[in-house]
Each structure stands twice: as C-alpha cells, then as structure tokens.
C-alpha cells in the first residue's frame, strides 16, 4: 500500500488529490475565474492557487483520514502550463517534501490525464483524444511512449474558445466552453463559410478564429457558438478516426477540459459507432485539471523507482508528452 498526495495547479484550477494505490481518497478543487471578456493572467492565477492551496491540503488530509506523516510520496506538475502558477505550486510540493522527509515525484500533467482516463474507464489501450485549454492531441501508445499522432499546428480548442468568448463578451463562469456549449444549443444558422483547416493528422484554429474576429458583429452569439462548435469538434473527430484507423484502435478515450462537452462526446461517438469502436469519457471530476490525476502518476512513477532529487523538480512551461518513458506500461 503507498499513499500519494498530488498538486495540479498549472492553469487556472488548483487541485489537491490524495490516491492510495487506485483508491481515490480525496480530490478537491478551486478555480479562478476572471470576468468576462478576461482571460487569465499567470500573476493572478498564481496568486490565486497560493490563496487556496494550504485549505485544500487540509481539506483532502481531512477527507482521508491522514496526517501529512503517513502520506508516503508528494507529486506535482511539472509542466505543461503556465510558468508561474507552476513554480508557485512547485514549491508548495518541494517545501512539504522537504519539512516531512518525503520523496517527490514530478509529473507531466498530459500524461496524468491519459493515465487518470485509463483509470476511470477501465479502457485498456485505446486512442487518446485530449483537447483542453492548453492542449489538442492525439495520442496512442507506442513503445513505452504516448505517442502523438496528431495535434494543433497553433492553439488548443480550449484556448480558441476562451478566445471566442471573450470576443462575444461570454462569461467565464463556471467556464467559457460550458457557456458557449449552452448558447450553441439555442444556435439556429449555420454560418456555412467558415474555414475548416485539417492538414493530415493535424488541425489548425487560428485562421477560423481570425475570421470569427472580423464577422462576429454580423451574426447572433448563439449562431456563432453553433458553427464554431460544428466546425472545430468535426475537425477534431476527423483527425480522431484517422488516427484510429492508423493504428487500428477500436477505443477511444477523451481526456481534458474540452473533453466535457456534450457536443463533442455526440459526435466522436457516432464516428466510433460507425467503425465498431467504444468511446470511453468522463465528467468534470476527473475531465478537468484535478489533483488525483498527478497523485495518480506519481504513485506509478514511485513504484517503477523512478526518483527525482530536489535539481530534478524545476518546471517547466513546455514538456511534451510523448517525452515521457513510460515504464509502467507494457
Ligand atoms: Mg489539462
């Protein structure tokens, strides 16, 4: 038996998870949420996550049962993600590590996403859909590698919807892509000239959303949620059957934030439908940047040995996920 405690904080939502082996002990969270027509800065994110982050260790110690003794190892993000949230948490993680004589264990937050759906779902090998504010990728398992098959040439769907919302003056709360899921469900007109940019197994966002930006005063908010949601999940669900055809996968996994969408699920469910495949997802709990998902991979990476001394544990805004050696797979 070995208990993890894992911080996730390298984006807007901080999140504290306490797994022990592949029981889920506790899994709290807090987000920022800037007002509308904002996004968010690293400085107040980071500011953010350092208000929150010693009540949601108390609360998951509390939820647990456990004193910060008898938790066996500390994960954290590493990276992707933003520099300063990062680092803020970072030491959040060394500081404890360090005042309890406690080995740490740095986590690529792509790859816990990955291994927190595998988890969940019980999916065994499928192909990884994982679309979030930060990140669009499709991932499938290769020689102790996940590796990326396709992937965004220049911003992630999440990070183009924020953008959209905050062009429409959406509000963040509880999230701009839950909002523009909502308004594109009222949506009517299919605004038919909007560009629709795949290249092979990868897509690219920026050119539609330069197009959103000089056409948005034409069109009623709820339209333009409508076929920007068309557009960019059917992108997405072509790249997806592509690489599930590829590597001839018959499941599919959706990981990240984007990830909840109902719309999106709809389609590359029929998509897998189609090809005889399975689709496996889930809710905002375990979807959503959340701390078990690195309490998760921390325990992985402490049982197959690999350490990291105090000069490993710097992070890192860029960390690819197919970086990573996957040794607990075969
Ligand atoms: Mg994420």
Same mark, same amino acid.
């Given at each position: 038996?070995?208990?993890?405690?894992?911080?996730?904080?390298?984006?807007?939502?901080?999140?504290?998870?306490?797994?022990?082996?592949?029981?889920?002990?506790?899994?709290?969270?807090?987000?920022? !949420?800037?007002?509308?027509?904002?996004?968010?800065?690293?400085?107040?994110?980071?500011?953010?996550?350092?208000?929150?982050?010693?009540?949601?260790?108390?609360?998951?110690?509390?939820?647990?049962?456990?004193?910060?003794?008898?938790?066996?190892?500390?994960?954290?993000?590493?990276?992707?993600?933003?520099?300063?949230?990062?680092?803020?948490?970072?030491? !959040?993680?060394?500081?404890?590590?360090?005042?309890?004589?406690?080995?740490?264990?740095?986590?690529?937050?792509? !790859?816990?996403?990955?291994?927190?759906?595998?988890?969940?779902?019980?999916?065994?090998?499928?192909?990884?859909?994982?679309?979030?504010?930060?990140?669009?990728?499709?991932?499938?398992?290769?020689?102790?590698?996940?590796?990326?098959?396709?992937?965004?040439?220049?911003?992630?769907?999440?990070?183009?919807?924020?953008?959209?919302?905050?062009?429409?003056?959406?509000?963040?709360?509880?999230?701009?892509?839950?909002?523009?899921?909502?308004?594109?469900?009222?949506?009517?007109?299919?605004?038919?000239?909007?560009?629709?940019?795949?290249?092979?197994?990868?897509?690219?966002?920026?050119?539609?959303?330069?197009?959103?930006?000089?056409?948005?005063?034409?069109?009623?908010?709820?339209?333009?949620?409508?076929?920007?949601?068309?557009?960019?999940?059917?992108?997405?669900?072509?790249?997806?059957?592509?690489?599930?055809?590829?590597?001839?996968?018959?499941?599919?996994?959706?990981?990240?934030?984007?990830?909840?969408?109902?719309?999106?699920?709809?389609?590359?469910?029929?998509?897998?439908?189609?090809?005889?495949?399975?689709?496996?997802?889930?809710?905002?709990?375990?979807?959503?940047?959340?701390?078990?998902?690195?309490?998760?991979?921390?325990?992985?990476?402490?049982?197959?040995?690999?350490?990291?001394?105090?000069?490993?544990?710097?992070?890192?805004?860029?960390?690819?996920?197919?970086?990573?050696?996957?040794?607990?797979?075969?």
């Amino acid at each position: 038996m070995m208990i993890c405690l894992g911080i996730e904080g390298s984006a807007n939502k901080v999140g504290v998870g306490i797994m022990k082996n592949e029981k889920l002990l506790s899994n709290v969270r807090k987000t920022f !949420v800037p007002a509308a027509g904002c996004g968010f800065e690293p400085t107040e994110t980071a500011q953010h996550h350092r208000t929150h982050i010693i009540s949601l260790i108390k609360q998951a110690l509390l939820d647990s049962s456990l004193s910060l003794g008898e938790v066996d190892v500390i994960a954290f993000t590493k990276g992707p993600g933003m520099a300063v949230p990062l680092i803020s948490m970072s030491i !959040v993680a060394r500081t404890i590590a360090l005042l309890w004589n406690k080995p740490l264990s740095a986590v690529n937050h792509c !790859v816990a996403h990955i291994e927190m759906g595998r988890l969940i779902t019980r999916a065994d090998n499928p192909v990884v859909l994982y679309a979030s504010g930060g990140n669009t990728q499709v991932i499938a398992y290769c020689n102790k590698r996940y590796t990326i098959f396709g992937e965004t040439l220049d911003i992630a769907v999440g990070n183009f919807l924020d953008r959209v919302a905050r062009l429409l003056n959406i509000s963040n709360d509880p999230s701009p892509g839950y909002n523009i899921e909502q308004m594109a469900s009222r949506g009517t007109n299919f605004i038919s000239d909007l560009p629709y940019n795949v290249k092979g197994m990868d897509i690219s966002l920026s050119g539609l959303l330069a197009k959103i930006e000089a056409i948005h005063s034409h069109h009623k908010t709820e339209d333009i949620c409508y076929s920007v949601q068309e557009v960019v999940f059917s992108m997405m669900t072509e790249i997806t059957e592509r690489v599930m055809s590829h590597v001839d996968s018959q499941e599919l996994l959706l990981v990240g934030g984007v990830g909840c969408n109902i719309r999106l699920q709809k389609m590359l469910n029929d998509m897998c439908i189609q090809r005889n495949a399975k689709t496996f997802s889930m809710d905002d709990r375990f979807c959503i940047d959340n701390g078990a998902m690195i309490a998760h991979v921390g325990l992985l990476q402490q049982k197959e040995g690999i350490e990291f001394n105090l000069k490993d544990t710097a992070v890192t805004q860029r960390f690819r996920t197919d970086s990573v050696f996957i040794k607990w797979r075969y």
